[in-house]
Every structure is written in C-alpha cells, then in structure tokens.
C-alpha cells in the first residue's frame, strides 16, 4: 500500500466499487464516439476517405505519443492526477469537433480529444491489474462495468438520434469527457506511481522503455495483440454506415452494437477463471480465430438474424484477446515498466495497427463496400500465426522450467 493516502480509502467505497464506477465514466465516451463518430462526420460532409484519415490519425501516431504521454504520466506523485488533466484535455479537443466543418479542423480535433482519452485507459489498467492481484477481485469486473456503460451509452444515443440531429455525439462525447475528470479526482484510489523511494529521473524511465523493446516476445505479444485488435478498424469505421444501407435502424444498430458489448461484458465477468487455468496465449488463438471468421461472414452482408450471434463473438474477437494482452505485458514486464509496457501495448492494440487499418478502411469502403472486412480479416490470420507462436514459446518455456 501507499501509506496514509491509501488507508483513507478504507473510510468509504471500496477499491472494487471506485474502480468499477470510474470505468462506467469513462466508457460513457466511448460508447458513442465509437460507433457514431463516423455518423457524426458523415453528417458534417466527410467523405469515407476523409473519415478513415481523421480517425486513424491519433491511432498512428500513438506508438509515439502512448510510451510518451505514459513516461510524463509517471513523473507525478499519484497515478490519478495525470488521468484528471487527460480527461480535460480530452473534453476540450473533443468540443472542437463542433467547429468548423473543415478537414484539417476535424483532424486536429480528434487527434488531441482521441489521444489524451485513449491514454488514461492503459494507466488506469495498471492500478487495476494490482489491485486485483492484491486485493483478491477479478480485473474483469470493473473493466465488465465500464462495457455496460458503453452499452447503456451506445443504446441512449442510438434512440436519442431517432429525435435529435448528429450534433449530440460530439456534445455527449466532450461532456462525458468532463463527467471522467471529476470521477478521475474523487473515484481512483490514491496510488503513488513509485510506491518505494524516490521517483526514478526521467531517463532512466526512458531507460526500462528501451529495455521492453529489445525483448523479442514482449513485441511479438503487442505485435499479436495489435493485429487482432486492429482487425476490428473497419467495423469500428463503418459497420454503422453499412448496416443502414441495408435497412437496419438506428435503435437496431445500438442494439447490434449493444449485443457484442454485452457479451464482452459476460466474457469478463464470468470467465475469467477459465482464462487463468488455459492461460493468455491460448486465449489469443481463440480470439483470432473467432476474429478470422467474423469479418469474413461480415464481408457477404450477413441478414440481420445472423448479426446476433455473429455480434456474440465479440467476446472472443475482442475481450479473450485484450484481457489476455494485459496479463501476459504484465507477465512480460517488470513491475517499474508497468505503465510504459501497458502503453505500448494499448499503443498497438488500439493505436498502430489499428490505424493503419482505419487508414485503409475509408478507400476500402468507397471502393468495395462491405467486402473491406476482408482486409481485416487477413490481419487476424497473421494474428493467429502470431498468437499460435506464442503459445508454443510458453510451452517450450514451461518444458525447460520442468526439466530443470
């Protein structure tokens, strides 16, 4: 524990409930600039090419700004106040989107609402993952907490834009925004990032950055995560946009989206037991393979009863593959490199490869339609080739460690 600061929090909610109210926060966000910010700049006269650049640029250039807004993050005393001013810096970059409708304005907007938002993910994982293994709870059921919200934001806005114009993504979105800085400064239990001693200089932070990336698993671990995660760019883009061409309303496109979370949500409240007795490589295989099927059905344009079961993978497609990610970067990498490595890996999994597969998502869309899920789908076989290599290492590991 932390000292003083940490027994305080004895005094009132709980670390479970804190953290699982702070995810809730959050994922208010999330669960509408995720699916509808493609409706949102669709309205505001973005083309398909033009959307695909404006979000895929935060994602590409994350690998630089994730390890770098992480090593700033643990240069203060607690991990929660840097999540504060991310938040508010989210909220008003987020607001910008309401500016003019002009590209270069569009993308500055999202580069800074998108980045400083996609960053307090990975550090509030860090303070999740030990307090998990501390305290005796499943990491799932806080991270589960904040996919309901996304679920319960993903199905108001979907209503809510039977009745009101596409402006009100962009205001729910900054607000929410506003709403996660408060919940940041009163919820997040009061971690210190250097729990012993002095907080290490600044270099020699960059110093166990370097070490991570000369460690041929750990990246072929975020190369893999990245792959899979990446794999879902196009649906992220414009299943919302498809599924409308095809007569699907807006209260049954929340629901579409709805459905996966929902299973996500069970996937991590639930079996999480499962996951640690077949261990995250495995799960990988499973996640990729779910993810190399999905987008290929998807390509033919499935009716809308097969979209429900197809939406269920989600919980394989995206929550095997992330919860698995975490566990295995913290397996991977030291204790002083947490939040660096966890960075990294939110780097990839929701930054480089995804947006590289964003980039390529909005010509693909404008160019052949629904059949763009195929170029997804061919990133998660090299994810399944990534994944299986993995899961060979650690039984070679394993074999050694027994003959020894």
């Known amino acids: 524990m932390a000292g003083g600061a940490d027994r305080t929090e004895g005094q009132g909610l709980s670390t479970l ?3 699982c109210l702070f995810y809730a926060a959050i994922f208010l966000s999330s669960g509408v600039s995720l699916p509808y910010i493609g409706t949102y700049l669709r309205d505001r006269g973005m083309s398909g090419g033009e959307i695909g650049l404006i979000l895929a640029i935060p994602l590409l250039l994350k690998p630089f700004t994730g390890p770098v807004l992480a090593v700033w993050a643990d240069g203060f005393t607690l991990r929660r106040t840097p999540m504060v ?6 909220a008003i970059g987020y607001g910008a989107l309401l500016g003019p409708a002009n590209l270069w304005w569009f993308i500055l907007a999202w580069f800074v609402g998108q980045t400083l938002l996609s960053t307090v ?6 303070i999740t993952l030990r307090r998990a293994r501390v305290e005796n709870f499943n990491y799932g059921i806080p991270r589960g907490t904040g996919s309901s919200a996304f679920i319960a934001a993903n199905l108001a806005m979907g209503a809510i834009l039977t009745v009101a114009a596409p402006t009100i993504i962009a205001v729910w979105i900054a607000a929410a925004c506003l709403f996660g800085a408060v919940a940041a400064a009163t919820l997040v239990p009061p971690e210190r990032v250097h729990a012993e001693g002095a907080k290490p200089l600044k270099s020699e932070r960059w110093n166990g ?5 000369r460690n041929r698993t750990f990246v072929l671990a975020v190369v893999t995560a990245g792959l899979i ?3 879902h760019a196009f649906y992220y883009s414009f299943s919302a946009i498809l599924w409308r061409k095809q007569g699907i309303s807006e209260p049954m496109i929340g629901v579409l989206w709805g459905v996966g979370v929902a299973a996500e949500v069970a996937f991590m409240w639930f079996l999480e037991p499962l996951r640690r007795r077949w261990g995250p490589e495995l799960f990988l295989v499973l996640g990729a393979g779910a993810a ?5 059905i998807y390509a033919f344009e499935p009716p809308l009863w097969a979209l429900f079961p197809l939406q269920m993978l989600h919980a394989l497609t995206f929550a095997a593959s992330f919860l698995a990610s975490l566990r295995l970067i913290e397996k991977l990498a030291p204790p002083s490199a947490a939040s660096p490595a966890q960075a990294i890996n939110s780097a990839l999994s929701s930054g480089f490869t995804l947006g590289i597969a964003t980039l390529a998502s909005g010509p693909l869309f404008d ?4 059949f763009g899920y195929l170029a997804t789908a061919g990133m998660a076989l090299l994810g399944l080739a990534g994944a299986i290599l993995l899961t060979r290492r650690a039984r070679s590991l394993s074999s050694d460690r027994l003959r020894y």
């Open 121 to 126: 993910s990975p550090l509030i994982d860090v």
């Open 85 to 90: 001013l991310l938040l508010l810096g989210a």
């Open 17 to 19: 409930v804190r953290l």
């Open 209 to 213: 950055l370097s070490e991570l990336l």
């Open 229 to 231: 995660q990446g794999a």
């Open 292 to 296: 190399v099927l999905r987008w290929t």
């Open 367 to 370: 160019a052949f339609g629904a």
